[in-house]
């Protein structure tokens, strides 16, 4: 990569890398403070709705016990239907139960339950003598108000819910007073969305998970919506026993009811097993986070581009001196040495290339000094190469020398007396020694007409099974030419190897010494044939 390319690629990459770095650390610390502030809208507002609901609750457990502490309703209770003041107290018992749901718009039916749980009194007279001993809301009373779960009306459909308490007098429970109420101040409390934006919703569930509340996208959701609750940590038999402000959790991302991305936190209604929940969709919650990374971008884009025109400028400024110095040292590298590359700039560039010219000053002189000093060399290495000639032609002609004479040296073939040649061996015979040996002794027994052959081997230090069959070869071979081989100067060790060896040695006739063996060839080259065979 071009040096110029390589500046410009680092400082682009620098800028991309400083920026990606903003950008994802602005984007980190904004997230985590939309997710606070996120947090804390939430969290204030199902604390406020929840305190609101159970505000509601509380007000209607006291209307329900206020009711049940009058003094008409309790002689009611206490009369025999016989007696003749009974029809009285019931009129009056009556009227004072319709005034009592006229005063207040959520009232649905208040209903007054004797000790049996008959139904004596009611706002609605339809109900007035039935049997409610089977009940929930009658079976749940313990001198305590009782709040029945929101269900639908069986008359009107409208989604209410019960509230009993006990009518006590002189300590002893003498009936029980129902009351059916419409939720739509509940409803209200929920519907109200202030500060959850367009997407945020607040609603109840019950244990089962069902919505008991209004939502704010789907319509007609009372008790056939049901919302996974899951992911809020508590069992559904465990949701009654939690208090207000009992949360447990942090801020949750999960998918709501409408498979949306939502942020989510909620708590339990005391006493009912209610969760409230308030949510708000992810994609409104971390909407400033997401225009603030698009932001971002532009920036990055921008700087970017910005950057990439600076960094071309500048990666041109510092790289145009080291350009023209390196085109000036290719032309160098071709031989031209009187180029110059000096510049007048103070910077170490600018030194460096006129150090570069001096450098090229010195080659320059040091090439014409190197070219004498070899037009000299080639003069010493002609000069050289003749008498390395000469010399060679004087060794080669020594070598044939010692040759011829190492030749005649392998096999010395010497007449000791009439008729009779001694051959004496020295050192390590082998196989081509054989052979001179062979050829030179066969050649002067023919030539001299010799009858005794004497080979000393008392210079041999070492006779093995090899030599030992060379040397009966050799025999053989005198024989055929009619002369009589005799082998002298055996050494003991070599005979106790052979031995050792098992080597046939039968065919070779020994003398100890070449002076026994010389005396012997002379009986045998004067005509005493008796001593052939020893």
Known sequence: MKIRTRVLVVLVLAILITGAAGLIASNIVSREIVEDQIYNELVLTVQSRANHIETFLDMNNVKVERTASSFIIKDFLTTDVDDECYAAQYEQVTARLHALAATDDTTNIISLLDRNGTIGASTCEAVVGSDRSSDDMFLKWNKRTHIRDVCACKSTGRPVMGFSTPVIKNDEIVGVILTSIHINDLDAIT?????????????????????????????????????????????????????????????????????????????????????????????????????????????????????????????????????????????????????????????????????????TGELKISRMELEEYNVSLEEQVEERTRKLMESEEYLKELVDKLRISQEGLSAPVVEVGDGILALPLIGMIDEHRITTIMETLLSEITGTQSDVVILDVTGVHEIDTYVTGQLIRIVRAVRLLGATCIITGVRPESAHTLVELGVDTSELMTRRTLQDGLRYAQKIAGGDEGDKVG
């Not at 409104?284 to 910005?306: K, Q, W």
Request: overall charge negative; aromatic content about 6%.
């Open 191 to 359: 519907t109200d969305r202030t500060g959850l934006g367009k997407t945020g919703e607040v609603y109840l569930v019950n244990t089962d998970g069902y919505m008991i509340t209004p939502s704010r996208f789907t319509s007609d959701t009372f008790l056939k919506q049901q919302v996974s609750t899951g992911h809020l940590g508590d069992e559904p038999e465990d949701l009654k026993d939690m208090g207000e402000g009992e949360y447990g959790h942090e801020l949750s991302t999960c998918k709501n009811y409408l498979g949306t991305d939502v942020i989510r936190t909620h708590t339990h209604i005391t006493g009912m097993g209610w969760t409230l929940i308030a949510e708000m969709s992810e994609e409104e919650a971390f909407a400033p986070v997401t225009s603030l990374t698009r932001t971002m971008l532009a920036i990055l884009a921008v700087l970017t581009i910005g950057g990439l025109l600076c960094s071309i400028v500048i990666s041109g400024t510092l790289t145009e001196p080291i350009l023209t110095l390196s085109s000036g040292s290719e032309k160098i590298e071709k031989g031209d040495l009187d180029y110059k590359v000096g510049t007048d700039a103070g910077d170490e560039i600018g030194e460096l290339s006129r150090s570069i010219d001096r450098m």
